[in-house]
């Protein structure tokens, strides 16, 4: 779950708007009686993601449409971007109409995959090591820590904010050596609805997807 973490962390130290994708879920179906480990989870589906990233002849080839729907299929049902943005607005979430929170997420859910998609064969080789979580019977939030291991560098520490929902377990922010997605998010949204209210924040988001998609079609 980490394949477009490693290149951005120091983004994310010199960068407010660090938009990170986050982690590598497959789409596993769950039962309602079975309901995998967060940790369990995120140590089956990183192999997989790995192995069709590296078997796929057009990812590696570059093949953006192929990313996307690698994208679309195993990691975005595995994201609460609701809770997300939510977070990351604070108090202005509250200021946010219905139909404005529902653009805010739909833009921010764009945003990273449009950021990072052409980020995964990057870091087909690494390995990640996932600790062992302790989860009681009904513990419903939980942090799932691992290193991902770069070869000739130290391990970079991952940290998944994660809740368990009746869908399964969702990813609600990533801390990378310490520094939360949601906070730097946080810092960048409430500037921009302070100048330009909550209208402004949908239009600049929407004009950074606006300006990635014609990039991503040179």
């Avoid at 859910?109 to 390995?127: C, G």
Wanted: with cysteine; proline share 3%.
């Amino acid at each position: 779950m980490f394949i477009v973490l490693l290149g951005q962390v120091k983004i994310m130290k010199e960068c407010l708007f660090a938009f990170i994708l986050a982690a590598c879920f497959a789409a596993v179906p769950v039962r309602a009686a079975e309901v995998l480990a967060p940790d369990a989870l995120a140590k089956s589906v990183t192999d997989e993601v790995l192995a069709v990233i590296r078997a796929d002849k057009d990812i590696q080839s570059g093949s953006q449409k192929k990313l996307l729907d690698l994208v679309e299929t195993k990691v975005l049902p595995h994201f609460d971007f609701t809770r997300m943005v939510q977070l990351a607005m604070g108090r202005n979430w509250r200021q946010a109409s219905a139909e404005q929170q529902k653009a805010l997420t739909g833009e921010f859910r764009t945003l990273l995959v449009r950021t990072y998609t052409a980020a995964f064969t990057q870091y087909k080789n690494r390995t990640v090591e996932y600790r062992p979580l302790r989860l009681a019977p009904d513990e419903t939030d939980v942090t799932v820590k691992s290193l991902v291991q770069q070869p000739g560098g130290q391990p970079v520490a991952v940290d998944y904010s994660m809740e368990r929902t009746d869908k399964g377990w969702k990813v609600y922010n990533v801390k990378i050596e310490g520094i939360s997605l949601v906070e730097n998010y946080r810092n960048t949204f409430n500037s921009e609805v302070q100048k330009n209210g909550v209208d402004g924040l949908i239009k600049a988001l929407a004009e950074k997807n606006k300006t990635l998609a014609q990039v991503s079609q040179k």
